[in-house]
């Protein structure tokens, strides 16, 4: 087939990884092409869905000046922001992921988060405080968990705006284009096959860079990689990540990387539909249950819901709710909690119960043992250390004792009407494996251990960066700094005419 056109860089995908790519190659002379298989009202894959936060070491406020530009005298009187050092990003990494993350490649995305927050905020992204996700104490505001900004709108306001500027800069998009296979001789690729409606069509150029997503949407992948169950979960984006930039790149010998049989999966409403609703967004997720208890079908806790502040816990619990009798389970609260529920919780679609006793409460939890609750909640609530100060915004070590599944941090007796229950199941987020990459220049390494000439790969096509958990508001941070890097390196690549 020959080819029909040509370009510098083909980017395929159009989520923040892939337009961070086509943003860097475009400023490298680049001409640039993005192929997202989507149509325009649903392009932007994972990205939409996110609160945009993104996580980046600092060390005084004149670093987040650099990159929340509005940011005036006023709001720092009201808010902590405290210092998230290259240290602290280092430590988090290596305790969620057990060690297990790729030191090169943690090195890359911890030392250059900073600058890639910065560069983002220089192109025109205009990045606010995260105050929907911090607590109030004593008049001002306060972080915990390390993730103070996120993108003005959102994901859907990350996208629009980054689909402004690639647009502003030449980049060339097109929608409804799926790329099928890489164009490649057995040593170099040399741009993709790209399928619109019935139309087969070949399209050269000099470098390729996937930034496609995962696999999360295919679940003969997810039973195959990820195991039993995992084709019966909820999906928090759309129905197009179903693993085709991994199964071409694989197809020529690209080198597979990381936690194949882990992934991002979080509390989601039991009845949240197969894939995400852009209209209700991250709205499913159901992440306050640091402030309360989660039981299974059994009625009995099973988690400690405390063990360390929601950023570094979220990611994983799905996968436990997954495990569960039923893979369901209920988040339960009382009065003295419902004000810190986060805005998730509010939401119209949701699968909620509520009683003003816990004997009523018990009966009306779906699929749940009545007296095995009960008994739960008396167990518990004889075991919470009462006597240690309540502080949401910290570790506060209001734990319980005695418990086979004890509770660490945040523990309040459940013994205040009106009670609250919230019923979730699992919900992926994007799959952890991926392509091997050099850390250096994001291009594709082969089964030889040798990098693949005109091929570079970005966002959660990259293998090796998380294993079995994540540091909250670190994949579009990933995202950007590979997608950043992958770009740079494919307009680089281009010839000079």
Same mark, same amino acid.
């Given at each position: 087939?020959?080819?029909?056109?040509?370009?510098?860089?083909?980017?395929?995908?159009?989520?923040?990884?892939?337009?961070?790519?086509?943003?860097?190659?475009?400023?490298?002379?680049?001409?640039?092409?993005?192929?997202?298989?989507?149509?325009?009202?649903?392009?932007?894959?994972?990205?939409?869905?996110?609160?945009?936060?993104?996580?980046?070491?600092?060390?005084?406020?004149?670093?987040?000046?650099?990159?929340?530009?509005?940011?005036?005298?006023?709001?720092?009187?009201?808010?902590?922001? *405290?210092?998230?050092?290259?240290?602290?990003?280092?430590?988090?990494?290596?305790?969620?992921?057990?060690?297990?993350?790729?030191?090169?490649?943690?090195?890359?995305?911890? !030392?250059?988060?900073?600058?890639?927050?910065?560069?983002?905020?220089?192109? %025109?992204?205009?990045?606010?405080?995260?105050?929907?996700?911090?607590?109030?104490?004593? %008049?001002?505001?306060?972080?915990?968990? %390390?993730?103070?900004?996120?993108?003005?709108?959102?994901?859907?306001?990350?996208?629009?705006?980054?689909?402004?500027? =690639?647009?502003?800069?030449?980049?060339?998009?097109?929608?409804? =284009?799926?790329?099928?296979?890489?164009?490649?001789?057995?040593?170099?690729?040399?741009?993709?096959?790209?399928?619109?409606?019935?139309?087969?069509?070949? +399209?050269?150029?000099?470098?390729?860079?996937?930034?496609?997503?995962?696999?999360?949407?295919?679940?003969?992948?997810?039973?195959?990689?990820?195991?039993?169950?995992?084709?019966?979960?909820?999906?928090?984006?759309?129905?197009?990540?179903?693993g085709d930039g991994l199964r071409m790149a694989l197809d020529i010998g690209a080198a597979p990387f990381g936690n194949w049989s882990g992934?991002?999966?979080? *509390?989601?409403?039991?009845?949240?539909?197969?894939?995400?609703?852009?209209?209700?967004?991250?709205?499913?997720?159901?992440?306050?249950? @640091?402030?309360?208890?989660?039981?299974?079908?059994?009625?009995?806790?099973?988690?400690?819901? *405390? =063990?360390?502040?929601? /950023?570094?816990?979220?990611?994983?619990?799905?996968?436990?709710?997954?495990?569960? /009798?039923?893979?369901?389970?209920?988040?339960?609260?009382?009065?003295?909690?419902?004000?810190?529920?986060?805005?998730?919780?509010?939401?119209?679609?949701?699968?909620?119960?509520?009683?003003?006793?816990?004997?009523?409460?018990?009966?009306?939890?779906?699929?749940?043992?009545?007296?095995?609750?009960?008994?739960?909640?008396?167990?518990?609530?004889?075991?919470?250390? !009462?006597?240690?100060?309540?502080?949401?915004?910290?570790?506060?070590?209001? *734990?319980?004792?005695?418990?086979?599944?004890?509770?660490?941090?945040?523990?309040?007796? +459940?013994?205040?009407? @009106?009670?609250?229950?919230?019923?979730?199941?699992?919900?992926?987020?994007?799959?952890?494996? %991926?392509?091997?990459?050099? /850390?250096?220049?994001?291009?594709?390494?082969?089964?030889?251990?040798?990098?693949?000439?005109?091929?570079?790969? =970005?966002?959660?096509?990259?293998?090796?960066?998380?294993?079995?958990?994540?540091?909250?508001?670190?994949?579009?941070?990933?995202?950007?700094?590979?997608?950043?890097?992958?770009?740079?390196?494919?307009?680089?690549?281009?010839?000079?005419?």
């Amino acid at each position: 087939m020959a080819a029909t056109e040509r370009h510098d860089v083909i980017v395929v995908g159009a989520g923040n990884a892939a337009l961070c790519a086509a943003l860097a190659a475009s400023e490298g002379g680049a001409r640039v092409l993005v192929l997202e298989r989507a149509p325009e009202a649903e392009r932007g894959g994972n990205s939409r869905f996110t609160s945009a936060s993104m996580r980046f070491a600092y060390r005084e406020i004149a670093d987040l000046r650099a990159v929340m530009r509005d940011l005036g005298d006023a709001e720092l009187e009201k808010i902590d922001f *405290g210092i998230y050092t290259t240290e602290d990003f280092y430590n988090d990494m290596f305790r969620v992921t057990n060690y297990r993350t790729d030191p090169a490649l943690c090195e890359t995305l911890v !030392t250059r988060s900073f600058e890639t927050v910065r560069w983002l905020a220089q192109m %025109g992204i205009r990045f606010l405080p995260r105050l929907t996700h911090a607590f109030e104490s004593n %008049g001002r505001y306060k972080f915990s968990g %390390g993730v103070v900004t996120e993108a003005a709108g959102g994901g859907e306001g990350l996208n629009e705006r980054q689909t402004q500027l =690639a647009l502003a800069r030449g980049v060339v998009v097109r929608y409804g =284009a799926r790329v099928v296979s890489l164009k490649f001789d057995g040593h170099t690729v040399a741009g993709v096959r790209v399928k619109r409606g019935e139309t087969v069509t070949e +399209i050269a150029a000099a470098a390729v860079v996937l930034a496609c997503g995962g696999f999360e949407a295919n679940p003969e992948w997810r039973t195959r990689y990820l195991g039993a169950g995992w084709d019966l979960v909820k999906v928090r984006g759309k129905r197009f990540n179903t693993g085709d930039g991994l199964r071409m790149a694989l197809d020529i010998g690209a080198a597979p990387f990381g936690n194949w049989s882990g992934c991002h999966s979080v *509390g989601w409403d039991s009845n949240a539909p197969e894939f995400g609703d852009l209209a209700v967004g991250s709205g499913f997720q159901k992440h306050s249950y @640091p402030v309360g208890i989660m039981v299974n079908a059994n009625g009995r806790r099973f988690v400690d819901e *405390g =063990a360390d502040l929601r /950023p570094y816990t979220y990611a994983k619990y799905g996968r436990v709710i997954l495990s569960q /009798p039923g893979q369901f389970a209920w988040q339960i609260f009382d009065r003295k909690v419902l004000h810190l529920l986060r805005a998730d919780y509010r939401i119209r679609q949701v699968t909620k119960v509520t009683a003003d006793s816990l004997d009523a409460l018990a009966v009306n939890l779906e699929g749940v043992d009545p007296r095995g609750f009960l008994a739960e909640v008396r167990g518990f609530n004889a075991a919470v250390q !009462t006597a240690v100060p309540f502080d949401p915004a910290v570790k506060d070590g209001r *734990g319980t004792v005695g418990l086979d599944v004890p509770k660490s941090n945040w523990a309040n007796t +459940i013994d205040e009407p @009106p009670f609250e229950a919230y019923q979730v199941g699992c919900g992926i987020t994007f799959t952890f494996g %991926g392509l091997r990459i050099d /850390p250096q220049t994001a291009q594709v390494i082969d089964l030889d251990l040798r990098p693949v000439p005109g091929l570079y790969a =970005a966002g959660e096509m990259v293998g090796g960066i998380f294993c079995f958990n994540y540091p909250g508001g670190t994949g579009l941070m990933s995202g950007a700094v590979f997608g950043r890097l992958a770009g740079a390196s494919a307009a680089a690549a281009v010839p000079i005419a």
